[in-house]
């Protein structure tokens, strides 16, 4: 029986990036005999709206949900579609509708790769941000009232359950439990963030009982951030909230070096619904149409669906060739943000190759 896997390539340079993650991902599973069943859709993207006023067809949950994963782009063209409706009404409704509730972001400095921050090498910063992906900060609930006079309000609650926060946090600790440092440093703000923030604290304190051997830190997110600059080595497993999630997530991969190579999972473990593959980063209208966005952040992302099948071993391959590729720097290979002259297609095609 294939894999049967829903393409979505987005907007932007989603649309540049993804022949080059399909084209590693053939590679592989022809190296490995893995049968994978491609299907492509074209919704979830500004272009699909500006055709049919929205962003996903009425039945897009029933088409998606047999599948065995989705591979995604990227998503948001502002000047067709405001970000917060083209982001609500295909991204974020497939994280709530699929119950993806872990998104997974590994933030590794890769060989060949310079960080601007100062004396760092490979080794010194490799861990994972596990994110809330459901509720938190990212809420429906709230409104505006007197719109349009001088007394206007916006509210929009952050929404927090016990069910929602402990099972990302047991999927963290598990995931900390099972690596070498056996570290776990949580994301808070529970000296100004009054009502939520100190309960988070509570349920990681509580979940962090039943993990003897995990070693528990946590910082407020303000110097959180200030540390993955200063002291990145220090993290093994950063788990945070919807929103501090985001941003630790666009700041660990700036540490590496590029967010063009950031990968990311947006897991349902338990299942019941694909889980959902995408690079961290957006459609970049600035580079987009120059054939020259970095297509690692999508081929690693298809490592992680293949990884999520079950195929380790193919999903290791991916990860060696890309390696290989950026240790051996070939300037008419890498892609600018990596400091080469090289295109989208060539650094994906090197990559293939090399599996
Ligand atoms: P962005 O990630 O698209 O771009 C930020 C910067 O990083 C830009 O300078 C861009 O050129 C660069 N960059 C991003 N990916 C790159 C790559 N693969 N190779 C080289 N350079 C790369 O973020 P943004 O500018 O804030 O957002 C642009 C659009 O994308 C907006 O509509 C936003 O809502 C959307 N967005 C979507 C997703 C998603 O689909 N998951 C994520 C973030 C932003
Ligand atoms: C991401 C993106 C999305 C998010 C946006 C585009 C809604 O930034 O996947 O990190 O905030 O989750
Ligand atoms: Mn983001």
Not at 240 to 261: E, H, R, W
Request: negative net charge; charged residues 25%.
């Amino acid at each position: 029986m294939p894999h049967r896997i829903a393409v979505i390539p987005g907007d932007g340079i989603g649309k540049e990036v993804m022949p080059e993650g399909l084209r590693v991902l053939d590679a592989a599973a022809r190296r490995f005999s893995i049968d994978l069943a491609f299907e492509h859709f074209d919704f979830a993207s500004c272009d699909y709206y500006a055709e049919h006023g929205q962003m996903l067809p009425e039945d897009w949950f029933e088409t998606l949900k047999g599948f065995d994963a989705i591979f995604y782009g990227a998503v948001g063209w502002p000047e067709i579609v405001p970000d917060h409706i083209s982001l609500w009404g295909s991204l974020l409704q497939f994280r709530r509708r699929f119950d993806q509730y872990v998104n997974l972001r590994p933030c590794r400095l890769l060989p060949g790769i310079k960080s601007p921050l100062a004396n760092r090498g490979p080794g010194d910063i490799d861990f994972y941000v596990v994110r809330e992906n459901t509720e938190g900060e990212y809420s429906s609930v709230g409104g505006k009232m007197f719109e349009g006079t001088d007394r206007e309000v916006v509210i929009q609650e952050t929404v927090m359950t016990r069910h929602g926060t402990d099972r990302v946090l047991k999927f963290a600790f598990d995931l900390a439990q099972s690596r070498p440092r056996r570290k776990l440093t949580s994301a808070t703000k529970s000296n100004g963030i009054a009502i939520t923030m100190p309960w988070w604290d509570e349920r990681v304190a509580a979940m962090g009982a039943r993990y003897p051997e995990v070693k528990v830190d946590q910082f407020h997110i303000d110097i959180l951030t200030a540390n993955f600059v200063l002291h990145p080595d220090w993290f093994d497993v950063v788990v945070a909230s919807n929103l501090f999630g985001d941003i630790l997530s666009d700041l660990g991969p700036a540490c590496t070096g590029t967010i063009g190579v950031a990968p990311s999972a947006n897991i349902n473990p338990e299942g019941d619904f694909p889980s959902l593959f995408e690079p961290v980063h957006g459609s970049a209208p600035d580079i987009a149409g120059k054939g020259i966005a970095n297509p690692i952040g999508q081929v690693w992302s298809g490592a992680m669906l293949l990884e999520h099948l079950g195929h380790k071993a193919a999903a290791d391959a991916i990860v060696a060739a890309f390696e290989a590729v950026l240790a051996e720097g070939d300037s008419k290979v890498l892609t600018p943000d990596l400091g080469g002259q090289g295109t989208t297609e060539a650094l994906g095609r090197a990559i293939a190759e090399r599996i």
